[in-house]
């Protein structure tokens, strides 16, 4: 049995949950004049980019059976 697609939910499951920044929620720090959170938010989103396109190389389709035998 193959946990990649198990493995892969989990990555999801904690992409979703960092990227909400309740941890940053009325923190108004700055960093260059920036508020963190958009730094936060700015990083994130490439973070986020890379998980998609390792997935998208490696798992696009982890999980889906196809019905027709092929």
Known sequence: M???KYIWAATTAV?????VLW???GDARTFVGVPL???WH???MFVASAVF???GKRAWGVGVN?????
């Open 2 to 4: 193959s946990y990649e």
């Open 15 to 19: 992409l979703i949950a960092l990227s």
């Open 23 to 25: 941890f940053l929620w």
């Open 37 to 39: 959170w958009i730094w």
């Open 42 to 44: 700015t990083v994130w």
């Open 53 to 55: 396109y390792v997935f």
């Open 66 to 70: 196809r019905g027709d035998g092929g």
